[in-house]
């Protein structure tokens, strides 16, 4: 019987280590002979079961003799080689695809860098490791001027600006020396010879012990943000003074969120300090006399109710005690809605000005007191005068007619500041009634801002009895409106009064300061302007120019105002200056471009746009210069990115095109033409032109994936239809589209690509068939496996019919149960969809339905329960998993329950994380002992199953208590996924 076992168990060996050869044809690279090995692996096999069919139907002997005892260790070898091919290959191909990864992602990540660095402006560089350059800077090149060989080493330093050399390079040797990142702003001189700001950042990276391979950093041009943060300094400082000189307090009331910010002087004209300010708009309420709170309160609701200006004035209260009278102006700044969120003003401290009205009121009551008690005297001094009276008043009549009548403002004024006479024109040109004029005293009407001036003309000039010409204040009108006055006064020092003659030189004042505030604009304006402003003669030459004209050029003021335009148009431009002069004095305007000439020689293209004006009485030209130097070159790139488009589009076979769905517009691309085989001279795109070039049966499809792109804001327009065209020729094109939208959600056009897929669509033919002849080979190749095995075990079942020996009639049941366990894999995945993998759930329930039937007077008080997930394993696991629960369930069936013993079988299996699945075998029989060792067991079986659970690279756990139970933990994730 022991021949018959070795003949069979070698035989099954080389048809294992068949199979798993053409399994290995794959992985291959010389599959020719590896089909040959294969093929007469197979036929030896066969060859031998034939043999042994027609030996034992004569009824002979098989004896044990040494070259059989070689077959079974050859085959066990080839078994073996086989196994170790497989392993090698999938190391191998693992490696090779963890290092084109790697390769790859450091690509990406070198290109997204130097993008990130592009896109910022910035330069990089690298050195060593003691900070020399040492590798070519293209970037640093370019920006300097240098050449590698004056860069290389510390070279790129002699670019330094000399006063920033010293301390440019403490830091960097510092950097250097600690292994600590780098930054220092300094002055590098650019390659045409001027002195740009840099922001240097560098950062050492280590190796793996610590030291530092290289140093890698970047360079920021800051010359243009220095020179802003110095504008800003210089405004803040203009602002401080402005605000300091004027004793003015500046405040900002954020309203929506209830923040009051105050300077310095807000602080002191309300009396309180940082520490008590409140930081809300209580700190104006608290401060806010008692007497004027609510007034101010109501005058600024309704400024932010937009129904007035912010311009008020009141006391504030110090918490000392101490009254100040404050000026207030602000603008209330709005929302889109209208709704107020800000407000902003100036508080302005008037207090001498208010005590000064007080003590001018004052002495007009005393004044008025003494005009009374005078008055009773004069009337007596008056009756005297009347006889003397008489005798002028003809004289006075001619007087007073020239006195009604003048225009001019005519006036008496005495030494107290009163008017005593005046004539109709006062009351014309202020508003006020003579009562009115004549009641208060002069200064009254004056504008705060002139009364120190009028004051000082009053006791220097007049009191001494010179006359003054043409001394100009303003005058305060009855409706609130200021009037500028031009005096000519003779007093009469003996008599006490001035004989005074104003004229209202208003509107002469107001066109005086328009022009002033309009020449102060346009020289704000022309000085600050990012263009090149020039004012420029009849004949070419410069009269005036901005900063930002020679700065450009790299010229100072003065040299430019020395030139003509002749000096600094290019070359190729200078003899088009005269017919432009003449054009412009034509037209009065023009447009066009041309180039500058730099100081350094260097050219700059520019866009000029000039206009013929009058300027301080005489004709000249205004020119508006742009540089258009990065326009240029975005110009030249786009029209390079134009060309390259055109080109891939053609070598892809990809068009573009773009639907008007308002006017039905159909624009294409020169390649959608050549695509749709039409000429863009003969063919007038168009949605029912195309319409008419897709092949009747797609038209359907084609108009159905159109309308949902239309009804779907997130389904866009895809579909692949036939075309058909004059000739009949047929082909396949694959259209992709997006829909744009306007803010209502209304689709205003599609625009997309369509490409020529007929080549694509033959090959995916091909591809198709070709994977359903390999599925239909792979499903015979299980299912003949299936059988051959199954004939393997009906021989087995022939074979122990002739065997009396239990011994051996149990090693060749226990060898057919392990072939029938392997024959289900193949049976199960010719039946499955997938012919790379097997359900546990099934497999597992069929498998020991099959061996608890085969045992069944050992099985029939054994209660069996099967609990398995739904999880699908590949062949790879499958067969080892399979043999071991063969394995196991054989001999709890044969040895966990002696004499009949009632007990369970229980086998579970779950899914954990990361794809780990554990498999539980338990009995409730009579046990291992507690002291087994798996490792060092010799039966066969735990032997098997030890080696099979290291096959699927898994863990066993054994467990002695209230039975045996075997927990088998596996990972099926790894396993390369089969056709």
């Known amino acids: 019987m022991i021949p018959v076992i070795i003949y069979l168990l070698s035989t099954g060996l080389q048809l294992l280590a068949s199979i798993y050869s053409l399994f290995l044809i794959r992985l291959a690279s010389r599959k020719a002979a590896w089909i040959s090995i294969s093929a007469a692996m197979l036929l030896m096999t066969g060859h031998r079961i034939v043999w042994f069919i027609a030996f034992l139907s004569t009824g002979r002997q098989i004896s044990l003799d040494i070259p059989e005892l070689i077959t079974l260790a050859v085959s066990c070898l080839m078994l073996l080689g086989v196994h170790l091919i497989r392993h090698n290959f999938i190391s191998i191909n693992v490696a090779d695809a963890k290092r084109k990864m790697a390769e790859d992602a450091l690509l990406v990540s070198e290109a997204r860098y130097r993008s990130y660095v592009d896109m910022a402006g910035q330069f990089g560089w690298v050195t060593n490791p003691e900070g020399e350059v040492i590798e070519d800077i293209p970037s640093l090149r370019k920006f300097t001027g240098q050449t590698y060989e004056e860069a290389k080493g510390s070279g790129w330093a002699n670019a330094l600006h000399p006063d920033d050399v010293e301390h440019t390079m403490q830091l960097w040797n510092k950097a250097v020396a600690t292994k600590s990142p780098y930054e220092v702003e300094y002055r590098m001189c650019r390659h045409d010879g001027v002195y740009r700001y840099l922001l240097a950042r560098g950062f050492p990276a280590f190796r793996e012990d610590g030291s530092i391979r290289e140093w890698v950093g970047t360079c920021i041009d800051i010359t243009e943000r220095r020179q802003t943060e110095q504008e800003l300094r210089l405004v803040k400082q203009r602002l401080e003074l402005a605000t300091r000189s004027a004793s003015l307090g500046i405040w900002d009331w954020d309203i929506t969120n209830n923040i009051m910010t105050w300077d310095d002087k807000m602080i002191e004209l309300y009396g309180i300090t940082w520490e008590t300010f409140p930081g809300g708009v209580e700190a104006w309420f608290n401060g806010l006399h008692p007497e004027d709170r609510d007034r101010t309160i109501e005058e600024n609701n309704a400024a932010l109710r937009g129904e007035k200006e912010w311009d008020t004035d009141f006391r504030v209260l110090h918490p000392n005690g101490t009254v100040r009278h404050i000026k207030a102006n602000g603008i209330v700044i709005r929302d889109s809605e209208g709704t107020p969120i800000r407000m902003l003003g100036t508080n302005y401290d008037i207090t001498g000005r208010k005590r000064m009205e007080e003590q001018l009121l004052k002495s007009k009551e005393e004044l008025e007191l003494k005009v009374t008690e005078r008055t009773k005297e004069l009337l007596l001094i008056n009756e005297q005068l009347k006889v003397f009276t008489r005798d002028k008043e003809m004289l006075l009549d001619e007087l007073d007619e020239i006195f009604t009548l003048s225009s001019d403002m005519i006036c ?73 006055l031009s005096w000519t006064s003779n007093p009469n020092p003996e008599k006490g009064i001035t004989y005074a003659i104003a004229r209202d ?34 004949d070419g030459n410069l009269i005036d120019i901005n900063k930002t004209a020679y ?102 076979h990809l068009g573009n095109w773009d639907l008007n769905l308002v006017s039905q517009e159909l624009e294409w691309s020169d390649e959608a033409y050549r695509l749709f085989d039409q000429s863009p001279g003969l063919f007038v795109p168009s949605f029912n032109e195309f319409a008419r070039l897709v092949h009747p049966d797609d038209l359907v499809t084609m108009q159905t994936n159109f309308g949902k792109a239309l009804d779907s804001d997130t389904t866009p327009y895809h579909v692949a239809v036939r075309i058909i065209n004059d000739t009949g020729r047929q082909w396949v094109m694959e259209a992709f589209g997006v829909v744009r939208r306007d803010s209502s959600g209304k689709a205003l056009s599609i ?103 085969s045992h069944n007077t050992e099985a029939e008080h054994i209660s069996l329960d099967v609990n398995v997930d739904i999880i699908a394993v590949s062949i790879d696991t499958i067969t080892p998993l399979g043999l071991i629960l063969n394995e196991l369930m054989t001999n709890a069936l044969k040895y966990a329950f002696p004499d009949k013993r009632e007990g369970w079988i229980v086998i579970t299996a779950r899914l954990k994380e990361d794809a780990i699945i554990e498999l539980s075998f338990s009995d409730n029989g009579i046990g291992m002992p507690n002291n087994i060792n798996i490792e060092e067991t010799e039966t066969l079986g735990l032997m098997l199953v030890r080696t099979l659970v290291a096959q699927i690279k898994g863990t066993l756990e054994i467990q002695t208590q209230n039975g045996t139970t075997f927990i088998i933990t596996f990972n099926d994730k790894d396993t390369p996924a089969r056709i």
């Not at 004042?509 to 402003?533: G, H, M, W």
């Open 412 to 484: 008496i004024a005495d030494i107290n500041g009163y008017f005593r006479k005046i004539n109709p024109a006062w009351e014309k040109t202020l508003g006020y009634t003579k009562e009115e004029l004549l009641s208060k005293p002069y200064l009254y009407f004056v504008h705060p801002d002139d009364k120190d001036k009028t004051l000082a003309v009053g006791s220097n000039t007049l009191a001494l009895g010179a006359t003054v010409s043409n001394f100009e204040n303003r005058f305060l009108c009855k409706d609130g409106t200021y009037r500028w």
């Open 751 to 853: 625009f997309g690509t369509a490409q020529d897929i007929t080549e694509r669509r033959r090959y995916e033919e091909q591809i198709q068939q070709s994977l359903r002849e390999k599925e239909t080979l792979l499903r015979e190749l299980y299912h003949r496996t299936k059988n051959n095995m199954q004939i393997i075990t009906s021989i087995l079942i022939l074979q122990s019919r002739d065997i009396d020996d239990k011994k051996t009639l149990q090693i060749l049941e226990d060898t057919r149960n392990r072939i029938h366990s392997m024959a289900m894999v193949h049976e199960k995945l010719y039946k499955a969809k997938n012919l790379s993998q097997v359900y546990l759930s099934d497999y597992i329930k069929d498998l020991v339905s099959a061996l608890k039937e």
């Open 505 to 538: 030189i208003t509107e002469r004042k107001q066109v005086e300061v328009a022009l002033q505030q309009s020449e102060e604009k346009f020289r704000t304006l022309f000085e600050s302007s990012i263009d090149a402003l020039f004012i420029i003669d009849m």
């Open 551 to 652: 700065e450009r050029l790299g010229y100072m003021k003065e040299e430019m105002l020395s030139m003509s335009l002749y000096q600094l148009d290019h070359p190729d431009f200078r003899d088009k200056i005269p017919d432009r002069i003449a054009m412009i004095q034509k037209h009065g305007h023009a447009v066009f471009e041309l180039a500058h000439m730099r100081k350094d020689g260097t050219s700059m293209p520019i866009e000029v746009n000039i206009n013929l004006i009058d300027f301080q009485g005489r004709k000249v030209f205004f020119s508006i210069i742009r540089d258009i130097t990065e326009r240029k070159q975005s110009e030249e790139k786009l029209k390079k990115r134009e060309r390259q488009l055109m080109e891939s589009q053609r070598v892809a």
